[in-house]
Structure formats: C-alpha cells, structure tokens
C-alpha cells in the first residue's frame, strides 16, 4: 500500500516550522510494518501538488490539519488527491476535535481521530485488503448526509513504537539555534496531561491521561539526531514534563546517566518543584523551562481551572534563577468576564515575576475546549462557518471578539508594551546584546521565505511588517493605558 502524508503550508503564520513528529511516528510505524510512505512537507518547500501526487502514485492520500491556517492548502491537496482518484484522510488536533465542521466544507473518505499510528495501519491493512474500512475504530466519515463516528480508540501503547525514522524528511530545515544551543530538535517522551485548564483542548483530546514512552526509543532517536545532524539540545514537545517530584528525578538522572550531555528546553507546571530539583535538572542538561502561568489573579486562576498553587509562583521562578536555568513566562488575557481589577493583578504579576521573558497571549476559544463550548452554548460565540472564515480570525493580532470586560485597546496595549520590551530586552544572560530577542524572530521569518515562491514571500514579509508595526503603535503610542496600568518595567 502506498500513502503520501502533506503537511500543509500554513496561512498568515511568521513562526519558525517545526518537526512534524506526529506524521513521522504515524509513517515510520506503516513502514515498519510493511507499507510504502512518503512525507511532503509544504511548511518547508512548496510544490507541485498535482505532480507530487501523480510521482508518487498514492492509495491514500493522509493530510496532517494541526492549525487552521493551513485549511486553505489541504482544500488544495485534498481535491487534487480526490481527482486522481487516491482516498483522502484528514487527521491531526484540529480534524479530531470538530469533524462535522471539516465534512460540512469538504467531500474527503475519512478523518483519523486522536492519536493515528494504530488507526492508520488499520486502514490501510484494510484498504490494501480488500476489507472495509468503516470497520476500523477511530475513524469519523460521512454516509447520507450524516458524520458516523465508529468506535473510539484506545490509546496506543507507546512501547510498541519504534524509534522515528528521520530519513523521511529533511531533518536539517528543521534545526535552528534556541536559548544558546546551536541546534534543536522537537521530541517527546510523554503525551497528555491530567490538567483540567479550561481553556485547553487536553480534556477531550488527551482525555486528561498521561503516557510515557520508554527512555531507551527516546535515547535512540536523541543519539541519531545528535551523530547525523549535529543536534545539541531538545525541545519537549510534551504538554507536561516531569508528571510529579519522583517522575522529575527519575528522568533528570536517566539523562545524565545516558552520557549523551545534550541540552533541553521542557514546558511544566509552576509551584510544584523545589530548589534542588531545578539544580538537579540544571545538571541534566536543563537550560530553559516554559511555564504556562496564564492569570495573576487568584480568582481567574480558579476560574480557569489552571490548579497551580498561586503562593508558589514567584517562588518558582526565584528558585530557577538561582539554578541558572531560563524561564519562560506565558499569560493570557482577555478570558471570559476577566475585569479590570484581574487584568491589574495579571500586570502585576508579570512585572513582579524574575522571568527571563514574559509573552502575552489573547484568549482565544478552541474546540474541545470548557470554555468554548460554554460560549458557543450560551450564544455569545458563533463559530466561523467555513474554511475561509477560519483562516481569517486572527487573535493573534487581536481579541476578536473581545469576551472580557475590558477595552480592545487597552488588551492590545498591554500585550504589546510586554512584547515590546521582551523584543528590546538583552537575551538571556549578561555577555547577550539588546533586542537579540527581536533578531531572532526577524531570522525565524526569513527561514521561512526559503523553498517558497515569491507570492508566499511576499505575503509573509507584510505580514510580519503588520505585526511588527501593530506591536510597535500599541506599545508607544496608547500613553493613557499605559498610565493607567503602571506598565513600567527594567
């Protein structure tokens, strides 16, 4: 059986791409057992779609819908494939979490739920067969008007998976410097996370489990990348890292005990660690950790469901300076009913916090999430009802629409006076230079306009002076919400 994966190039997005490891775990598991793969990756280079496929000579075509930006190219790809005759199967975090949207917009076979690698050998054992593939569990598609779910899948037991196969993509466009390691990759040892945060999709999705791979299938892929790539730190893609105090030191000293010495990067969660265990996890190889700190308010903390202990915060991030490792501190604002009186203690917070950088986001309501269906139940969201609508909605850039009880203006004021002086502040230590922040997103952008065409170029030079430019006014030129809010920072 022969299946092409895409990964679709993404619209209005200035970010560096990163290592598409779902669609390489889900390829390397079907040429593991006997099936031919192949991984056009359109983030990276964009091609000819109609020529790919005829090269190649599909039976399936799978199409990996992480973000709603890339709507518009997997439209593309996906009738492209539907003319040559390949079947068409959407997977990916956005698809799984709202399959009735994706069929309402588009005729393709079918869409693989959660988690793919077992769903995936399933179908095309059964495709390859002769067998039906309706009968496969975690597939959603579509019979006389109406979506049929079959039934839902397990979870894979990750020890049954193999190593990744980093020959199916070109692993080097990848790999860029982060935090003042020369090349990073993006892996995982975990997926899921037991959080209940209401903003996040992890309840559905996840299912609120926490999984873990085998060390050694890690270690294997860390020690390939390392030996043919050159790669010196890691980047934990995992939504939790470090589960527990006992699951933090078990993992810290299996990697010192590797004698690998590479460098990470992990997202985890505030309050729950002491001194000893960030020196421990400095001595592993820990240069920076991201933190999702979201609210100073105590009472949208609670709200949200976020279950950090609020007194521990700061503590937190004073115990990792004294470590020597980087901190990363991340806020939303903008959540439903927040006022003023929160947004001041979220301010406030973000000034008071010793965090090597502060990014601000806007709240933004996503499938599969509490707070989502609690708007969209209520009336006071209407979600977009096309592919087009939906590449078009830009809370990046804005709150829109503006859930809270606080002034657009003053939102975008306040994340972009944070934004900005993150761009100016030095790096990440005392040799850094003034806005090496700043340099590093304007390289991220370049990158970008590598293996695309000038159209693609273009459009992501104005967007990216858009976003500058809007981050520039916000922060300068909004004197009364700056007085307002006392947004003085060092």
Not at 10 to 37: C, D
Not at 48 to 76: M, Q, W
Request: hydrophobic content about 40%; charged content about 25%; some cysteine.
């Amino acid at each position: 059986m022969r299946i092409l994966f895409f990964n679709p190039s993404m619209e209005r997005y200035t970010r560096q791409v990163s290592f598409p490891i779902g669609l390489v775990s889900i390829a390397t598991y079907l040429k593991a057992n006997g099936h031919t793969v192949k991984i056009i990756d359109r983030t990276i280079k964009t091609t000819n779609i109609r020529k790919e496929i005829e090269d190649f000579a599909p039976d399936i075509v799978g199409i990996s819908v992480i973000s709603t930006k890339s709507f518009g190219d997997s439209e593309k790809i996906s009738i492209a494939a539907k003319k040559y005759g390949a079947k068409v199967v959407w997977g990916g975090i956005f698809a799984s979490l709202d399959p009735e949207f994706i069929f309402k917009n588009i005729d393709i076979d079918f869409i693989s739920i959660g988690e793919g690698e077992e769903t995936w050998l399933e179908l095309a054992d059964a495709v390859e067969s002769g067998g039906n593939p309706k009968e496969v569990a975690g597939l959603a598609y579509k019979e006389n008007g109406n979506v049929i779910y079959t039934p839902e899948r397990e979870f894979t037991d990750l020890s049954i998976l193999p190593p990744s196969d980093f020959t199916l993509i070109d692993v080097d466009k990848y790999l860029g410097p982060m935090y003042g390691a020369k090349k990073t990759a993006l892996l995982y040892i975990s997926k899921g996370c037991y959080g209940q945060c209401t903003f996040c999709f992890n309840s559905k999705f996840h299912r609120r489990c926490h999984r873990e791979r085998p060390l050694d299938v890690f270690f294997a892929e860390v020690k390939y990348l390392m030996e043919n790539h050159d790669v010196d730190c890691i980047y934990f893609a995992d939504e939790l890292f470090g589960k527990n105090k006992a699951h933090l030191r078990y993992l810290c000293e299996a990697f010192i005990e590797s004698g690998l010495g590479f460098k990470w990067v992990a997202q985890t969660r505030a309050g729950y660690f002491d001194l000893e265990d960030y020196k421990l996890m400095k001595k592993a190889g820990c240069i920076a950790v991201d933190f999702g700190i979201e609210t100073g308010s105590p009472s949208m903390l609670e709200t949200i469901k976020k279950n950090i202990p609020y007194n521990k915060i700061i503590e937190t991030f004073e115990m990792c300076r004294e470590a020597e490792i980087i901190t990363l501190a991340n806020f939303i604002i903008g959540f439903p009913d927040e006022t003023e009186e929160q947004l001041r203690d979220t301010i406030e917070m973000a000034k008071t916090i010793p965090a090597t950088q502060r990014t601000f986001f806007f709240f933004m309501p996503g499938p599969g999430s509490e707070l989502y269906d609690m708007l969209v139940s209520s009336g006071r969201y209407t979600p977009p009802k096309t592919f087009r609508e939906y590449t078009n909605v830009q809370f990046y850039y804005s709150p829109k629409p503006n859930f809270s009880k606080i002034p657009t203006k003053e939102l975008k004021a306040v994340r972009a006076y944070f934004l900005w002086k993150g761009f100016s502040r030095k790096y990440f230590s005392q040799t850094a230079r003034t806005y090496d922040i700043a340099k590093k997103d304007i390289v991220d952008v370049l990158k970008q306009f590598k293996g695309h065409d000038l159209k693609f170029a273009f459009q992501l030079l104005l967007i990216s002076a858009y976003e500058f430019l809007d981050i520039f006014c916000y922060a300068h030129f909004c004197p009364s919400v700056i007085k307002k809010y006392d947004l003085n920072i060092d």
